[in-house]
Structure formats: structure tokens, C-alpha cells
């Protein structure tokens, strides 16, 4: 069965974790996967997560099976952190939302979702976009297209050639868009700019697909879901893939989200119903853990708050990180200017390196660093600092 295999080529970004742990070079540096990182390098769970956890240990009673699309209670919670609590979405029943293997799975959903009843429908993934965007929903069966979004030559978003690319989709076909912090690029359209976004959405009828990985690590919970908030005002059905890795460190609990927006909480319910049939051939109900874990922090206004101050924490961390490699940069001689890694938002910095100085710097300096040339900010220490920036200079 076997014997014809050639291997497939590694994950760009989970490749390079295994990679990495492969090198003996006791200073090696990884900033490659989305992890998040303290000083010390490591991805501490956050004290809200361990009380949840302690609660769950005293209080859980059993591990029967979970419906199809997970506990309401959990979903009650990630809508309110989608929308804000209270929003006419929720109490009119127009939103959906199940429980999913992470975010990942929340985009698998509503991959197989989306083909199920459209099935001629093109996706449409910005250029660049997450590495494994265009896997998961050709995976699904997707014929899939870029419209533009990032300019190497501004280091900003190339909005005219996105809006005009945006304004020749047909309806029906599917638009995915991130929320916040853009996976790569870390370049977000400004209030305006999503206004427009909208406006086009509105006008031609194309079906918006958000990615919402980073809620919390642009400028805070409540302003990063404005793009939501926007789609939603103006009527616009959507759906939302979201995920709780990074900002409750849940990572190996795959704890993520998708949700659908209808017009009517009628058509909600029926379109939902498809959504559990896409769940239950897939992995049939998700498992419990990290959903009980945040459904007991944002039940509980004492631990919500500790959550909010821990992702703030982490937050602020990486923000003040961009101005240190900027300026360390600058101290190690690189005279390129690099003021517009202050400006990406998230976890990421989309750093102009080519592929050459990206392999030059994993071959020669032990600095795994994404082939694009993301680098994940998180994983800068102070001890490392100095190393990187020098081994960034001598590529250069
Ligand atoms: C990343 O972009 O590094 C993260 O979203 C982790 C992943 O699964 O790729």
C-alpha cells in the first residue's frame, strides 16, 4: 500500500517546531509556531486557567459525551466575547455558535459547512495569509483565490488593489478575512478601511468568513471585534471561526469556535443544524477540558477579570517588544529601517527577510524564524535579544 510514498513536504509552521527541537545548538531560538512567551521563554499556563482547573477538579461530575456542538454554556461565553455582552445577535437568536477543535477546527467547520450548500462557490484567502488557510479549505474542496492585501514596498496594506479585487467577487463566492492582527502580515485595515470592506460586502454579495485567532492581543477584547460589530450592523449574514489558544494559553487544549450570524434566528437554527452534521462526521462532538475552562473563567467576574489582566499582560509584553528589536537593530549597525515592525499589530512581525536570510539564519545562527519571514515577537527574551539582533545584521 505504502511502498510508492514519497514523504510530504513538512508544515511550514509546526515543521519548523520539530525542526527546532531536532538542533543541538544549546542557543537556538524559535520564532517560528504562535506561541506565546514569557522573559524566561516559556509559555506559562495563565492563574485563571489553573483556578478554572482546580474548580473543574473539585466540581466536574462527569465525562459523558458533550453534544455535538459542546456545552451552551461555553457558547454563550464565546459570543460574548464576540459581540459584547448583551448584543441584539445573541438575544435574538441569530447567532449560532458550537464549540471546536481550536480554531483550526472552527475553520474546518466551516469549510465543509459552506461547500455543503454552495458548492461551485470560490474562497478567497488574502495574499499572504496563514499557512495553512489555503490546506485546510482546499481540504474541503475549495478552489481557492488571493486578493491582494500586503505591500512589501510600504510595509502597509495595499488597500486600493485589495478593494478593487474585493469589488470584482461574485456573490456566493466566500471572502476570509482576520479580524485582527493579520496572520502573517501583522498589518490591519484601519476603522475606515473596514467601513469600506463592509460597504463592498454589502454591495456585491460575497459571503465573509472571519478568522478571529488573536481577540485581545491588538488593543483590547472590546475594540478588536469592531470589524464584527460593523458586519453586524449592517445586516450582513457571516460566519466566525475564533480561537481561545492565545488568549487563554490554551494551545494543546484545542479550544475554538465557530459561529454563524443569519438573518433570522428561524434560518440560524436550520443552518445550524447543517453545522452539526459537518461536526458529527468529522469528530463528532468535541472534547470537554479546555471549553469547561473557559466557560467557568467568563462565568465568574473574578477570574474573567484576573483572565483580562493576564491578556493584557501579554499583550503589552509583545507591544513593547517591537520597539526593543527595533532599536537593538539599529544598535547592532543595521541601518535598514525597521520602524514598521512598531506599527504590525499581534503576535507577529512580517520582518521584509528573504527566504535566503531566513535559511541563512536557521542554518548558520539556529534561529528558526517562518519561511515568509514572520517572526513571532513572543519568543524574543532578554537573553536573546543581542544574539538575534547581531545574527539579523549579518544576514543583512
Ligand atoms: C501560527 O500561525 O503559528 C499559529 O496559528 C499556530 C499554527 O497552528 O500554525
Given at each position: 500500500?505504502?511502498?510508492?510514498l514519497t514523504?510530504?513536504p513538512?508544515?511550514?509552521?509546526?515543521?519548523?517546531?520539530?525542526a527546532?527541537?531536532?538542533?543541538?545548538?544549546?542557543?537556538?531560538?524559535?520564532?517560528?509556531?504562535?506561541v506565546?512567551?514569557?522573559?524566561?521563554?516559556?509559555?506559562?499556563?495563565?492563574?485563571?486557567?489553573?483556578?478554572?482547573?482546580?474548580?473543574?477538579?473539585q466540581?466536574?461530575?462527569?465525562k459523558s459525551?458533550?453534544p455535538i456542538?459542546g456545552?451552551?454554556?461555553?457558547a454563550?461565553?464565546?459570543?460574548n466575547l464576540?459581540l459584547?455582552?448583551?448584543?441584539?445577535?445573541?438575544?435574538?437568536?441569530r447567532?449560532?455558535?458550537?464549540h471546536?477543535p481550536?480554531?483550526?477546527?472552527?475553520?474546518?467547520?466551516?469549510?465543509?459547512?459552506?461547500?455543503?450548500?454552495n458548492?461551485d462557490?470560490?474562497l478567497?484567502?488574502?495574499n499572504?495569509?496563514?499557512?495553512?488557510?489555503?490546506g485546510?479549505?482546499?481540504?474541503?474542496?475549495?478552489?481557492?483565490?488571493?486578493y491582494?492585501?500586503y505591500?512589501?514596498?510600504?510595509?502597509?496594506?495595499?488597500?486600493?488593489?485589495?478593494?478593487?479585487?474585493?469589488?470584482?467577487?461574485?456573490a456566493?463566492?466566500?471572502v476570509?478575512?482576520?479580524?485582527?492582527c493579520?496572520?502573517?502580515s501583522?498589518v490591519d485595515p484601519?476603522?475606515?478601511?473596514?467601513?469600506?470592506?463592509a460597504?463592498?460586502?454589502?454591495?456585491?454579495?460575497?459571503?465573509?468568513?472571519?478568522d478571529?485567532?488573536?481577540q485581545?492581543f491588538?488593543?483590547s477584547?472590546?475594540?478588536?471585534?469592531?470589524?464584527?460589530?460593523?458586519?453586524?450592523?449592517?445586516?450582513?449574514?457571516?460566519?466566525v471561526?475564533?480561537?481561545?489558544?492565545?488568549?487563554?494559553g490554551?494551545?494543546?487544549?484545542?479550544t475554538?469556535?465557530?459561529s454563524l450570524?443569519?438573518?433570522?434566528?428561524?434560518?440560524?437554527?436550520?443552518?445550524?443544524?447543517?453545522?452539526?452534521?459537518?461536526?458529527?462526521?468529522?469528530y463528532?462532538?468535541?472534547?470537554?477540558?479546555?471549553?469547561?475552562?473557559?466557560?467557568?473563567?467568563l462565568?465568574?467576574?473574578?477570574?474573567?477579570q484576573?483572565?483580562?489582566?493576564?491578556?493584557?499582560?501579554?499583550?503589552?509584553?509583545?507591544?513593547?517588544l517591537?520597539?526593543k528589536l527595533?532599536d537593538?537593530?539599529?544598535?547592532?549597525?543595521?541601518?535598514?529601517?525597521?520602524?514598521?515592525?512598531?506599527?504590525q499589530?499581534?503576535m507577529?512581525?512580517f520582518?521584509?527577510?528573504?527566504?535566503?536570510?531566513?535559511?541563512?539564519?536557521?542554518?548558520?545562527?539556529?534561529i528558526?524564524i517562518?519561511?515568509?519571514?514572520?517572526?513571532?515577537?513572543?519568543?524574543?527574551?532578554?537573553?536573546?535579544?543581542?544574539?538575534?539582533?547581531e545574527?539579523?545584521?549579518?544576514?543583512?
Amino acid at each position: 500500500m505504502f511502498n510508492s510514498l514519497t514523504p510530504a513536504p513538512p508544515d511550514p509552521i509546526l515543521g519548523l517546531t520539530e525542526a527546532f527541537k531536532a538542533d543541538p545548538n544549546p542557543e537556538k531560538i524559535n520564532l517560528g509556531v504562535g506561541v506565546f512567551k514569557d522573559d524566561a521563554g516559556q509559555t506559562p499556563i495563565l492563574s485563571a486557567v489553573k483556578k478554572a482547573e482546580e474548580l473543574l477538579l473539585q466540581f466536574e461530575s462527569t465525562k459523558s459525551y458533550l453534544p455535538i456542538s459542546g456545552s451552551t454554556g461555553y457558547a454563550a461565553g464565546v459570543q460574548n466575547l464576540l459581540l459584547g455582552e448583551g448584543h441584539s445577535l445573541i438575544s435574538s437568536g441569530r447567532i449560532q455558535t458550537a464549540h471546536t477543535p481550536g480554531g483550526t477546527g472552527g475553520l474546518r467547520v466551516a469549510g465543509d459547512f459552506l461547500k455543503g450548500f454552495n458548492a461551485d462557490a470560490k474562497l478567497w484567502v488574502s495574499n499572504p495569509t496563514w499557512a495553512n488557510h489555503k490546506g485546510v479549505f482546499a481540504a474541503c474542496g475549495f478552489e481557492i483565490e488571493d486578493y491582494p492585501y500586503y505591500d512589501p514596498k510600504t510595509f502597509g496594506l495595499d488597500f486600493e488593489a485589495m478593494l478593487s479585487t474585493l469589488k470584482r467577487i461574485p456573490a456566493g463566492d466566500i471572502v476570509l478575512l482576520h479580524v485582527c492582527c493579520h496572520n502573517p502580515s501583522g498589518v490591519d485595515p484601519s476603522p475606515e478601511q473596514w467601513a469600506e470592506i463592509a460597504d463592498v460586502a454589502a454591495e456585491k454579495g460575497w459571503f465573509p468568513l472571519f478568522d478571529f485567532a488573536y481577540q485581545g492581543f491588538g488593543t483590547s477584547v472590546e475594540a478588536d471585534r469592531a470589524p464584527l460589530l460593523l458586519f453586524a450592523e449592517k445586516g450582513l449574514e457571516f460566519v466566525v471561526a475564533a480561537s481561545c489558544s492565545k488568549n487563554f494559553g490554551l494551545y494543546n487544549e484545542r479550544t475554538g469556535s465557530f459561529s454563524l450570524v443569519a438573518d433570522t434566528a428561524d434560518s440560524a437554527a436550520a443552518a445550524f443544524s447543517h453545522v452539526k452534521r459537518a461536526i458529527r462526521t468529522n469528530y463528532s462532538n468535541p472534547s470537554s477540558h479546555g471549553g469547561a475552562i473557559v466557560e467557568t473563567i467568563l462565568g465568574d467576574a473574578v477570574l474573567t477579570q484576573e483572565w483580562l489582566s493576564e491578556l493584557d499582560g501579554m499583550r503589552e509584553r509583545i507591544h513593547g517588544l517591537r520597539s526593543k528589536l527595533v532599536d537593538t537593530l539599529a544598535s547592532k549597525g543595521v541601518d535598514r529601517d525597521f520602524s514598521f515592525i512598531t506599527r504590525q499589530n499581534g503576535m507577529f512581525s512580517f520582518s521584509g527577510l528573504t527566504p535566503d536570510q531566513v535559511k541563512e539564519l536557521r542554518e548558520s545562527h539556529s534561529i528558526y524564524i517562518v519561511g515568509s519571514g514572520r517572526i513571532n515577537l513572543a519568543g524574543i527574551t532578554s537573553s536573546n535579544l543581542d544574539r538575534l539582533c547581531e545574527a539579523i545584521a549579518t544576514v543583512l
